[in-house]
């Protein structure tokens, strides 16, 4: 039968017998598996982040081109979908019993105003709050707060507010040894230069292990007691695995050397967290003095 007989009775065009596929290019097809292993490492990634981290790794690819490669290879970024806050009709629904309800003569309605929790949390739960302003933030630090957070500053500029939060315990009455000290910083292991490159606004703990455990040291002698610092060149998992376990290894060696050098007794922790992404670690430090 005639090719032309052929594609009327199948109802194609012509040409379309004619057609050869083409096998895809060599780089296509190491594009896909990089992106399926970056998938694999993160399946939470969309094509948005797939195609940020190529970027960022020196491959040209705009969004849309991810995207369509994910959706040929059948794989989507997990998120919630639709309907998640969709109540369950099987749940029982309490209505506002005063809706329709004027509150017309004494004791017809009661409410609860400031209500207090007895018995009360054995021991309290401690509040904290972060911040350095001084004519709002730290008078709230000193009304409410049992723990306070200097974040991303040297060791002058957090001697000079803890002064001006002493000042402000002093005017309502309030002991400022009452309120625990915290720090929240960066640790660069890198150049510094290229740290102060990275942050110019936030203050960098710049060096080795031991060159970190000194500048902390200074703030433990102003009365810090909790340490919690992210590490700016903190390497993705992708990466290499020596310098992954190189920065976990610098992180206790840190906190060996402060706990040395503050006599803190062996109760002091050091926990490890990776981020979403693999780019920070985050070191939390507990001295008890």
Same mark, same amino acid.
């Given at each position: 039968m005639p090719l032309v007989a052929q594609a009327a009775l199948r109802g194609v065009s012509r040409a379309s017998l004619y057609y050869q596929p083409v096998a895809p290019a060599p780089e296509e097809v190491a594009l896909k598996h990089h992106i399926d292993a970056l998938y694999t490492e993160s399946p939470f990634y969309g094509s948005r982040r797939i195609a940020a981290v190529l970027r960022c790794e020196g491959t040209t690819l705009n969004r849309n081109a991810a995207q369509r490669r994910m959706r040929e290879m059948g794989i989507a970024g997990i998120a919630p979908g639709p309907h998640t806050s969709k109540r369950c009709l099987e749940h029982r629904v309490y209505p506002y019993l005063l809706r329709h309800t004027t509150s017309a003569y004494p004791n017809h309605v009661w409410g609860i105003e400031n209500a207090y929790c007895e018995p009360r949390?054995?021991?309290p739960i401690a509040l904290l709050a972060g911040g350095s302003g001084e004519k709002k933030i730290l008078r709230v630090v000193v009304k409410h707060a049992d723990l306070w957070n200097g974040a991303f500053s040297t060791s002058e500029a957090f001697a000079h507010k803890q002064a001006v939060l002493a000042a402000h315990c002093h005017a309502i009455g309030r002991d400022p040894r009452q309120i625990v000290r915290t720090y929240y910083g960066l640790i660069d292991l890198s150049d510094a230069q290229a740290a102060a490159g990275q942050a110019p606004? !936030?203050?960098v703990l710049n060096g080795d292990a031991e060159q970190v455990a000194r500048e902390s040291q200074a703030f433990i002698a102003l009365g810090v007691r909790h340490f919690m610092v992210c590490f700016t060149d903190f390497p993705s998992p992708r990466r290499s695995a020596a310098v992954h376990l190189g920065c976990l290894a610098c992180a206790d060696t840190v906190v060996d050397v402060v706990r040395v050098r503050a006599c803190v007794r062996p109760e002091a922790k050091a926990l490890h967290f990776g981020s979403r992404g693999g780019? !920070?670690?985050? !070191?939390?430090?507990?001295?008890?003095?």
């Open positions: 949390p054995d021991p606004q !936030m203050h780019i !920070m670690a985050i !070191m939390f430090v507990r001295l008890r003095l």
